[in-house]
């Protein structure tokens, strides 16, 4: 694959992912919400502090852990973006739910793909030094981590879970595989991938190589084609995109026992400045 290929046809096209985060990211993930707590924390990476935004059940114990990813469109402000309710409704679930603000100031810049692919590097850093964040808590199992990436996130999650055997699960919306990135798929965990056949940001082709990846790599993995879905889901498609999640992450993640590598251990990685 082109080392660049993916960040040119992602086109970092932020008014559009912003536009799907507010139709799909906002999940209501098939569980009424119990009480949460929701913290605004920070934490190291690359010796510098990133914002997370954590929200968990109220109820004291150890919970699984899910990083939830944003996309291009960034974080957005005041708690008030669709991934931000993901996370809300993913904590009423059951999970310990983070959104770490993992550009900082590495932001993605739509003219320049060849910037946007070095950031990647930097970016899937950041969620690797999330997931040790969430491990360290002690109302998290640190054995019980998963990923859920949007768009760019979803290019995020992968290459990160790829670099870290922590991570039990990656469910994945309209992203692809990071190809340009010099990771070994076989080391991934199992993998969601959900996409619309009609997205015009993400190409379906990039779900399709996706899940070729997978296959030769002899990855476990679902996936799932909505048709005449644009970037971002609504109705009946957004509704099963929220069963298929809860249920993957529950059955890979949640469930004692499921996918689990014995060599868990935080990698030591370099990582661009």
Request: positive net charge.
């Amino acid at each position: 694959m082109n080392p660049i290929a993916v960040p040119i046809q992602v086109r970092f096209c932020l008014g559009a992912i912003a536009l799907s985060a507010t139709m799909t990211l906002g999940l209501a993930l098939g569980a009424e919400p119990g009480a949460i707590v929701e913290s605004d924390e920070t934490f190291k990476s690359r010796r510098k502090d990133y914002i997370v935004d954590v929200f968990a059940p109220s109820a004291p114990g150890k919970y699984p852990a899910i990083i939830v990813l944003h996309g291009a469109g960034g974080a957005g402000q005041g708690k008030r973006s669709g991934t931000h309710q993901a996370a809300r409704e993913l904590a009423g679930a059951g999970y310990v739910a983070l959104v770490p603000h993992y550009f900082g100031r590495n932001l993605p810049d739509r003219k320049n793909p060849f910037r946007n692919a070095r950031m990647h590097a930097a970016w899937a850093r950041t969620a690797i030094d999330t997931v040790s964040f969430a491990a360290r808590r002690d109302n998290v199992n640190p054995r019980q981590i998963g990923l859920l990436g949007f768009s760019n996130g979803s290019w995020v999650a992968l290459a990160a879970a790829a670099r870290d055997r922590r991570v039990r699960a990656v469910v994945e919306y309209y992203g692809g595989y990071p190809g340009w990135d010099e990771i070994d798929p076989s080391r991934l965990p199992p993998v969601l991938i959900l996409h619309g056949d009609a997205d015009r940001v993400v190409s379906i082709k990039q779900a399709d190589t996706l899940e070729a990846v997978l296959k030769e790599a002899s990855v476990p993995y679902q996936m799932h084609i909505y048709a005449g879905a644009d970037h971002g889901f609504r109705g009946a498609d957004r509704q099963d995109a929220q069963r298929r999640t809860l249920e993957f992450f529950g059955t890979h993640v949640k469930r004692e026992g499921a996918y689990a590598n014995p060599r868990a251990t935080a990698p030591e990685l370099p990582m661009p400045e």
